[in-house]
């Protein structure tokens, strides 16, 4: 966002799937003067006594075994060919569920050539980088949305998920200005990115003509 304001002053919104919709709640708690508000993509904050747990298992280690942290340090990081990429993620289950245009596209920007050439491909992000981001989730949140959020906020949620099963939707409902559900799994914005586009769009123009809440914040 600091880039962002480099080159213009207006606020913008923030879409964030999974731990990307938590950054980008957190960017809002640090700078509400320059987002006009957030959309969390399956990203169900996590408050109470679950925050307490996640502490607790994040200064035990034992978060590890309870999120995909440890399957980072085994992550296949090299390709023969594109192809052999292609063949690696489409025989995977929850790969195979995507849309095959979202499938190809992150294996054009996620798995890029490698510069010796001939056809090989490589992993375009640190895998130790991701087991941190893993064990870094944040557990402070809950609390300091305990008087609500500073900005508009809307949740897209999928049916099968396991996020807010685990977590709940207690506190995301309470900061939450709409809530919206796609069928899928957690993956959804890759299952189903039309649906998922569409569904962003609806909640930012909801959140945006919301005259409820600008009556509460006069």
Do not use: N
């Not at 509400?32 to 399956?42: A, E, F, I, R």
């Not at 099968?160 to 099963?165: G, I, L």
């Not at 909640?203 to 006069?218: K, M, P, Q, Y």
Request: a positive charge.
């Amino acid at each position: 966002m600091s880039r962002y304001r480099d080159e213009s002053d207006s606020k913008v919104w923030l879409v964030g799937h999974s731990l990307g919709g938590y950054l980008s709640l957190l960017a809002a708690l640090k700078k509400p003067q320059w987002v006009k508000g957030v959309v969390m993509l399956d990203s169900p904050v996590i408050a109470g006594w679950r925050s307490g747990l996640l502490r607790f298992t994040q200064w035990t280690g034992l978060d590890e075994r309870l999120s995909p942290a440890a399957a980072t340090k085994k992550r296949r990081a090299q390709w023969a060919s594109r192809a052999d990429a292609w063949r690696h993620f489409h025989a995977k289950p929850a790969f195979a569920r995507w849309d095959e245009r979202m499938l190809s596209d992150y294996i054009d920007f996620a798995i890029p050539a490698t510069p010796s050439g001939g056809g090989a491909r490589s992993l375009a992000f640190d895998r130790h980088i991701e087991y941190l981001i893993y064990r870094t989730l944040p557990h402070t949140l809950g609390a300091r949305l305990v008087h609500g959020a500073p900005v508009p906020v809307g949740f897209l949620a999928d049916t099968q998920s396991r996020e807010v099963r685990q977590v709940g939707l207690g506190m995301t409902q309470r900061i939450a200005g709409g809530i919206e559900w796609i069928e899928g799994s957690h993956l959804f914005p890759m299952e189903r990115p039309i649906e998922t586009a569409r569904a962003i769009a609806r909640l930012i123009h909801a959140l945006s003509h919301d005259t409820r809440r600008e009556a509460h914040v006069a």
